[in-house]
């Protein structure tokens, strides 16, 4: 049963990204590599080049993390595989991670299974707190607690069912509006705790401030709060697509913590916690505003081939 991953690259670090293809090649039948016009793309295509079975599609601009995963899904699926890892240019997988994401898969309802995420800039649990819990958890929320791209195995079949990503989205919440039309389909989403993937979210710092937040069981607990540490152009897009995923999905989740509601928390703690607070201000105002005003299509999945291979 082939299996091939992708990875979507914007200026990466390449020192990291020749990291995060050294790990995932051993792992799957073929590495699939969309950029999105980096300006280091040469730096890109020479580590792609140091390496049998990875491919390089270049993208003539940055077209976003949405089409940049359908255009690789299409590719994967041009080539055989059945089942499709996707991973963020900053993410290095462990040994044995993909054997052990598939070995949860058998059930032909699960369309993804993902591993337990560290974020590298925040304090992650000990290999003792990770045993203890269980082997595998279902999500039940396509956002809050939901499933990311990074790390994440996915059925091609149920992908393709649901079109892929809405490409509308560009950035931020891509992921979270795939994970609920998957569920809208029946489908089931799986965390496996027996493999963890350092992973990093912005560049968060930690705070005073302690939280109350729910794990995925639905368990109370306190946390320390993290400052997000995202940009402007990161905030224009956490607002703008917090209101695209409410509009199209209100119907089945109504006005929750999986879209705008989390929005005055988001804008609170930028205030409180961030720099450069007027600039992120006016760009969660923009976003909101475009959020509403953007038509959103029945399916934004499919778009014109805008890239080339190398």
């Known amino acids: ?76 699926q041009r080539e055989g595989a059945e089942w499709f890892v996707t991973l963020d240019q900053d993410s290095v997988c462990p040994p044995g991670m993909v054997d052990t994401l598939r070995a949860t898969a058998s059930d032909a309802t699960v369309a993804m299974v993902t591993p337990y995420i560290c974020d590298r800039n925040k304090s ?30 996915v059925r091609l079949s149920a992908w393709a069912n649901v079109h892929g990503c809405d490409e509308i989205f560009f950035i931020d919440y891509v992921d979270y509006d795939l994970n609920q039309r998957l569920m809208d389909k029946g489908y089931v989403l799986i965390r496996n705790n027996r493999t963890q993937l350092l992973h990093e979210v912005g560049a968060a710092r930690p705070t005073w401030l302690r939280v109350p937040r729910k794990d995925m069981s639905g368990t109370w607990q306190i946390e320390r709060f993290y400052a997000f540490g995202h940009s402007p152009f990161r905030c224009y897009y956490k607002a703008r697509n917090r ?3 409410t509009r199209k999905h209100w119907r089945k989740l109504g006005i929750s913590h999986e879209g705008i509601y989390q929005l005055p928390q988001q804008i609170a703690l930028t205030i409180l916690f961030e720099p450069d607070k007027l600039a992120k201000l006016k760009a969660f105002a923009r976003g909101v505003r475009d959020g509403i005003l953007l038509d959103l299509q029945p399916d934004a999945s499919s778009a014109p081939e805008r890239n080339n291979h190398t």
């Open 1 to 76: 049963m082939m299996i091939a991953a992708g990875i979507v690259t914007f200026d990466p670090d390449l020192a990291r990204l020749h990291d995060n293809v050294a790990a995932i090649v051993p792992q799957v039948d073929r590495v699939l590599v969309f950029d999105n016009s980096s300006e280091n793309q040469d730096g890109v295509r020479s580590i792609v080049r140091s390496f049998a079975n990875v491919t390089l599609i270049c993208g003539t601009e940055n077209f976003g993390i949405g089409y940049a995963l359908n255009r690789l899904a299409e590719a994967a």
């Open 124 to 153: 992650t649990p000990s290999a003792e707190e990770l045993a203890l819990l269980p082997e595998t958890e279902i999500f039940t929320q396509p956002a809050r607690r939901g499933a990311i791209t990074s790390g994440a195995l």
């Open 243 to 245: 209101v695209l995923f």
